[in-house]
């Protein structure tokens, strides 16, 4: 059976289901409470006291747990919408790093995106970009498997609440909230003709219901000073999903704003099976409603583990500025072997190293130190010294002026190389985002090109496009 799983910091919840056209229907239901501390802010605090409530859920509920999917949240787990004209999927995921480059300890993220709008003529697309620790997603396959569970997918919690209200609530005429009160956190998101405009979580705190409800409701306060400032249309409603009637009761019998009508988020309702389930099911619920196209952040650690795999050294390996002259000695040495046999004398070796080839070399030192880090890429996807050798190329001012040239509609204003040599970064303009498209498409027809990547873009009030692009050369700086 398949199912969805959800871990609050006080249970976990297990709901089984049968996909039914484009929804679902329910079949089962369990949950199993947790210790303190277990799991806090979407992280896994107790690894061993989490496996061991996974293991006697399983016990118990042997079915749900043959094809199990997680849904994650927790403010370590970004995402923001990110404007995009129409690109490839490495082109997306690219835009997504750039996006969180800045994200201290960046290079430790996996990164995964979900394209909510397509782009047109007239304006760009959006995508919602996402990035997490990898440590973190690896950190609940780990438990999971410990459990004797694998997980065959894990869905961000954000991302099924936006896809129930672009499903369900998108004809909406007026601007609305919808909040997931999960514990004492809760998740809350404003959204504007169905499109997600402003996401925050907060801590509740309070050792009585009358407590909470005031806390949430001054979370409405802060909700609607946004909303105005950011001149959007008065809110109408807000939703809540994880409250009891009791506590909705409560909530109205306070509300300060009468102009919000206070509503629960009842889910469930005419969903097939699922009358039955309790408030707090809600993240679990929703998961089971997406689909392949939507952020699986495991299909995404997975696809970078491939990658590292494919990256990791061949044959050659040359130690990251150990002495230039040590990498050409090396080099000429190993040609010399291949040519001409391995019974080539030490004397040989010696002098072709003081040729003229060589010295010209070693007066161009500092040019080759901004070169080794790309020569231990080229040699870890090198066959042979070969291959290394044909890989080096001079840069020429005919390659410049054919990246600047390559489409007359575009007019670029700035054009600086990265410290490494390695990639180009153009700044520019367009009368249209065709333009752009087709710009970067001409460039990649160019062997000097490795790939190029979109840095942003932005429209003026005359429909000029202002954009930055980065162009990876194929022979020079860091390989990216």
Sequence with gaps: MKSSVYISSEKITVIGFEKKGRGAAVRAYAE??????????????????????????????????????LTVDGSNILTKRVNAPQLNKWQYLQLVRDEF????????????????????????GVILACAVEKSQVNSYVETF???????????????????????????AERPLVFNVVDGFSVLSMIFVNGVNTFLSRTRLYGETREQLVTNILDNLSGLNQFNKSAKFEDLAYSYYLGLSDGDMELMNSLNPYPDISLLKGDIFQNADGAAFLPEYAAFPYLHILLNEKHIDLLRSVKMINRLEEK?????????????????????????????????????????????????????????????????????????????????KTPLTVD??????????????????????GGTVRLSGSVPALDDLVRYVENLKLY?????????????????????????YLAYGGESQ
Excluded: H
């Design 32 to 69: 199993c409470p947790l210790p303190e501390e277990t799991m806090i802010n979407g992280k896994i605090t107790d690894p061993a006291q989490l496996a061991a409530c996974l293991t006697e859920l399983k016990k118990n509920n042997a079915a749900l747990f043959t094809e199990p999917s």
């Design 101 to 124: 480059a800045d994200t201290a300890e960046a290079d430790a993220l996996i990164c995964d995106y979900q394209l909510l709008e397509t782009a047109s003529d007239n304006k760009p």
């Design 145 to 171: 498997r410990e459990a004797g569970i694998n997980l065959i997918s894990i869905r961000l919690g954000v991302q099924s609440l936006i896809n129930y209200v672009d499903t369900r609530l998108k004809t």
């Design 311 to 391: 990256k990791k050294p061949k044959k050659l390996w040359v130690p990251a500025i150990a002495g230039v002259v040590a990498l050409i000695a090396v080099t000429i040495a190993a040609l010399i072997f291949l040519t001409s046999g391995l019974d080539n004398k030490i004397s040989e070796i010696n002098e072709y190293l003081e040729s003229a080839d060589v010295t010209e070399r070693l007066e161009n030192i500092a040019i080759l130190e901004n070169e080794i880090a790309v020569l231990n890429d080229i040699i870890n996807q090198a066959n042979g010294i070969t291959d290394l050798l044909e890989a």
């Design 399 to 420: 390659a410049l002026n054919l990246i600047i040239n390559t489409s007359p509609n575009v007019s670029v204003s700035g054009l600086n190389f990265t410290e490494d």
């Design 447 to 471: 062997k000097i090109v490795d790939d190029v990547t979109y840095r942003g873009y932005d429209a003026d009030r005359e429909g000029v496009y202002s954009f930055t692009i980065d162009v």
